[in-house]
Nanobody, 125 residues
Framework: QVQLEESGGRLVQAGGSLRLSCASS????????MGWFRQAPGKEREFVAA????????YYAASVKGRFTISRDNAKNMVYLQMNSLKPEETAVYYC??????????????????WGQGTQVTVSS
């Protein structure tokens, strides 16, 4: 069983930056594709970004491409989401996600096996 714990969410002004962190308890973290989702009030959960374990390739939602950067540190079992030029509509709970080790070495996973509890990001206008 993999446990994911997000941190770094807080109140930030529009146009500001924030870095979210996610710590994984998985002993096979280096073989797990990791990602971030978010859910705004009254909206469905949506994909934000992912980084594969096979080649470290990254994927982004069109709405965040060019402003957000996902990265991973396999030595620390950590994945990060650097968010720049934040917008009020990006106020949401941000979730760290992972797939089972060894699956989806490349490409964007169709399903995610593990979810964190989420961290609140609030962007004020």
């Amino acid at each position: 069983q993999v446990q994911l714990e997000e941190s770094g969410g807080r109140l930030v002004q529009a146009g500001g930056s924030l870095r979210l962190s996610c710590a994984s308890s998985g002993r096979t973290f280096s073989r797990s594709t990791m990602g971030w989702f978010r859910q705004a009030p009254g909206k469905e959960r949506e994909f934000v970004a992912a980084v594969t374990w096979g080649g470290g390739n990254t994927y982004y939602a069109a709405s965040v491409k060019g402003r957000f950067t996902i990265s991973r540190d396999n030595a620390k079992n950590m994945v990060y989401l650097q968010m720049n030029s934040l917008k009020p509509e990006e106020t949401a709970v941000y979730y760290c996600v992972a797939v089972s080790a060894g699956s989806w070495p490349e490409g964007l996973p169709l399903q995610w096996d593990y979810w964190g509890q989420g961290t609140q990001v609030t962007v004020s206008s």
